[in-house]
């Protein structure tokens, strides 16, 4: 069975802190997993994708790793601000044409106190 | 447009009634996904369309969820009979056709429903 593992649910750091975030999976066959950022009532918006051959993604002071082979990636978030406050969602992408190409993680949520 | 868009961004219903959240998707896209996220939960596939092929709605939690996709650009998602477990964020997204590349994959800013 496809499933993404997220960990911690939740976590409150300081702001100016760093933090890193987990997600491992059992999705097969594997395409690309990606790092989404939802924000309160709006949707999600990717941070980074990362394909099987990438180890390294980095978008400002969001980046990601991959582990094709252990199946796991975190993401890395650098000197956090108030605006990071938002719940970040692993996605896994299997090579396929169904619909059911998605798997999703329930999501840790991040709060940024100042 | 440049984004997916959806509407209303905020939905109050009454118990019984029915209600019909829309999804506007990027031009070009031909495929199409809803998904429901309820409070604290990931997300939950509901329902898929691909072009002009029969949509997949193995996702869809009872007979009382239908949705369309009219010319192959707008849907619109109808809830009959709303309970109040239905209460959700409904979030579509629209995507290139599969194998084309998923990086065009991207999402509306969702529906909140609340079934009162």
Redo the contacts between chains.
């Keep these: 069975k496809n499933q993404v593992e997220q960990s911690p649910q939740s976590l409150i750091i300081l702001e100016g802190k760093n933090c890193t975030l987990q997600c491992n999976y059992t999705v097969s066959p594997f395409s690309n997993l990606r790092w989404y950022k939802q924000d309160t009532g709006r949707g999600p918006v990717s941070l980074t994708i990362m394909t099987f051959s990438e180890n390294t993604k980095s978008n400002g002071r969001y980046t990601a790793t991959l582990d094709a082979d252990t199946k796991q990636s975190s993401l890395h978030i650098t000197a956090s601000q108030l605006s990071d406050s938002a719940s970040y969602i692993c996605v896994v992408f299997i090579s396929s044409g169904s619909a059911r190409q998605l798997t999703f993680g329930s999501g840790t949520q991040l709060t940024v106190l100042p | 447009g440049a984004g997916?868009s959806?509407s209303p961004?905020n939905k109050v219903t009454e118990k019984g009634k029915d209600v019909e959240l829309r999804c506007d998707p990027i031009s070009g896209h031909t495929a199409l996904?809803w998904y429901r996220q309820s409070l604290g939960?990931?997300?939950e596939?509901l329902?898929?369309f691909?072009g002009n092929s029969a949509p997949?709605k193995?996702?869809l939690p009872s007979d009382r969820f239908s949705a369309e996709r009219t010319g192959g650009s707008v849907s619109t998602l109808t809830i009959q009979r709303t309970q109040q477990e239905d209460s959700a964020?409904y979030?579509c997204?629209s995507s290139p056709k599969?194998?084309q590349g998923?990086?065009g994959?991207?999402?509306?800013?969702?529906t909140?429903l609340t079934v009162v």
């Design positions: 997916v959806q961004s996904y939960q990931g997300l596939f329902i898929y691909q997949d193995s996702g964020v979030l997204a599969p194998g998923y990086y994959y991207t999402f509306g800013s969702g909140r």
